[in-house]
């Protein structure tokens, strides 16, 4: 359904009524941004959008953190935890990578969009919600449907529209307005100007494996290098496959070898995340998976920042 995904306000005006949402493409290529876009379109605009990630929910955890539970309901529950649908109430919650959800919550999950209410973990009372459910997934759910991996009726519920993305490589003519948006978010929007035609040209041909989630990332170290002068976002460009004269080996040792790539990429990942989470080193660490005080090594070990904050 690309009319839905580049006509935004045109088209995302018809998703205004209270349909299921099933969002399909690549790992990076801008589900959770669509979703944030039905939902600010919708008449829920002014009202939560709470992102459950069921890839990172542990199996065992699954019902709890999709539905909450209640103090000493199990091992572990030391506290009560809010069931997502509960902060989401009265306006959107998305579903990101549904089909990584184990079988075993799935009819509960279809129990709690059919009935718009929930039962937290050890709790005897249903408790009602009003939410609009956006879902989103990187697997072929019909085929996933096919092999017993996916209930149908689950499928059916959160399908009854869906916005199929096409990967960044099949878009290409989509990447100076993208990489000017991008610019504009960062908050460098006359840094476009900067940037040479044979950059942008190199940037069409380039596969993006990663999706707009890679661009991003190029745009944002980039930035971070760049403060004045010409732009070349291409230079940042990492292949998954480095070519023979990125790697040079003759005269090296495998650990120099190593240390080096290491190096290089440490730097670019960090300059990156530095970037977009505007040097808030939490943020940095929480994207990360990471505590602040290794995040802060990293950023002093790269030069990345003020030194006096990143210590």
């Not at 109430?89 to 129990?111: A, H, N, S, W, Y």
Request: hydrophobic letters at 40%.
């Amino acid at each position: 359904r690309r009319d839905v995904l580049f006509e935004p306000r045109a088209k995302l005006g018809e998703v205004r009524l209270e349909l299921t949402v099933l969002i399909l493409g690549e790992t990076g290529c801008g589900k959770e941004l669509v979703a944030q876009a039905i939902h600010q379109a919708s008449n829920r605009a002014n009202k939560p959008f709470v992102v459950v990630d069921c890839g990172a929910i542990p199996p065992s955890l699954a019902e709890s953190a999709l539905f909450g539970h209640e103090r000493g309901s199990f091992t572990g529950a030391v506290d009560k935890r809010v069931s997502p649908f509960v902060e989401a109430d009265g306006g959107t919650i998305f579903l990101d990578e549904l089909g990584e959800l184990p079988v075993d919550v799935q009819p509960k999950l279809l129990r709690a969009l059919a009935e718009q209410r929930i039962k937290a973990v050890g709790s005897n009372n249903y408790r009602p919600v009003n939410v609009r459910v956006i879902a989103a997934t990187r697997r072929d759910l019909v085929r996933e449907v096919n092999a017993g991996t996916f209930r149908s009726d689950l499928y059916f519920r959160v399908a009854q529209l869906r916005v199929e993305l096409p990967p960044l490589r099949e878009r290409l003519e989509d990447i100076p307005s993208l990489v000017r948006k991008m610019m504009t978010d960062i908050g460098d929007k006359e840094a476009y100007a900067r940037i040479t035609s044979d950059s942008l040209e190199r940037l069409m041909r380039h596969d993006w494996p990663g999706n707009v989630r890679e661009l991003r990332n190029v745009v944002s170290v980039a930035l971070a290098f760049g403060k004045e002068g010409p732009l070349d976002l291409a230079q940042h460009l990492a292949p998954l496959v480095a070519s023979s004269d990125s790697t040079p080996t003759r005269g090296r040792t495998f650990q120099d070898a190593k240390r080096d790539v290491l190096a290089r990429f440490e730097r670019e990942y960090f300059t990156a995340l530095y970037a977009e989470c505007s040097g808030n080193v939490s943020e940095i660490g929480r994207r990360a998976a990471m505590e602040r005080a290794h995040v802060r090594g990293y950023l002093r070990r790269h030069g990345i920042g003020d030194p006096k904050a990143n210590g």
